[in-house]
């Protein structure tokens, strides 16, 4: 069973700090993304990537960054944490070259900014 | 502006009745439509799927149907169960690329 992980179920950060968030799979997925869900919002894309230190803009990018140094892992960069960024963030993972494969999720990071 | 909606935020069922969620959409380039379903404190998980050339899906107790004029999508839930309580997303995408997620549907099924 592919597995998805993310390294924090909660996290509480100020204003203006940097914040990682981490996720690693373990089923070899070549496609890896970044979403956040909010309330009637749904999920929105943040970053995807479909191969190592590839990267791709979703649909809401600013203030965020990425970075994938190994298959594995992918990593969700707050430069400077905003409290429009409270939100819960969701990793995925897939591995089939189009989207149309169904995507996996971790269980998500609720972070809240103050 | 939203591509895909989801015009229900809640949804109360008596348990073994039909659940019928909806999903509406705008970008008639979407030719991939999939359900997903989430519990409270975990990620969404892949329920079904259906493609543009069809329009109907079925998988045990649930069944998509697509109707392309209408740029509408419905997922049915016959009987539904008190683990069916969960929240409810449809998602589209075009030419496989990116997936766009309407607001999702909170189904409450009542034992």
């Known amino acids: 069973d592919v597995k998805v992980t993310q390294s924090s179920r909660y996290l509480v950060k100020r204003t203006g700090e940097k914040v990682f968030l981490e996720c690693v799979q373990d089923?070899?997925?070549?496609?890896m993304f970044w979403y956040r869900q909010d309330p009637g919002l749904g999920l929105r894309l943040i970053y995807f990537?479909?191969?190592?230190?590839?990267?791709e803009k979703g649909d809401i990018p600013e203030g965020y960054s990425v970075s994938r140094e190994k298959k594995e892992r992918f990593s969700l960069i707050l430069e400077s944490a905003s409290t429009n960024q409270t939100s819960m963030y969701l990793c995925?993972?897939?591995?089939?070259?189009?989207?149309?494969?169904?995507?996996?999720f971790g269980n998500g990071t609720r972070l809240t900014v103050t | 502006d939203q591509q895909v909606k989801q015009n229900s935020p809640s949804l109360s069922v008596q348990e073994g009745r039909i659940s019928i969620l909806n999903c509406d959409y705008t970008?008639?380039?979407?030719?991939?439509f999939l359900w997903y379903k989430k519990y409270p404190a975990e990620g969404p998980t892949f329920l079904i799927s259906?493609?543009?050339?069809?329009d109907k899906n079925e998988d045990g107790r649930f069944t998509v149907f697509l109707n392309k004029s209408a740029k509408h999508l419905s997922l049915h839930i016959v009987p539904s169960q008190p683990g069916d309580s969960a929240v409810y997303f449809c998602?589209?995408?075009?030419?496989?690329?990116?997936?766009?997620f309407g607001g999702g549907t909170r189904v409450l099924v009542k034992p």
């Open positions: 990537s479909y191969d190592v230190k590839m990267k």
């Open positions: 998602a589209a995408s075009a030419a496989g690329n990116k997936l766009t």
């Open positions: 089923m070899d997925h070549e496609n």
């Open positions: 970008n008639s380039m979407f030719d991939y």
């Open positions: 995925a993972s897939s591995t089939e070259a189009n989207y149309n494969s169904p995507l996996h």
């Open positions: 259906i493609s543009s050339i069809k």
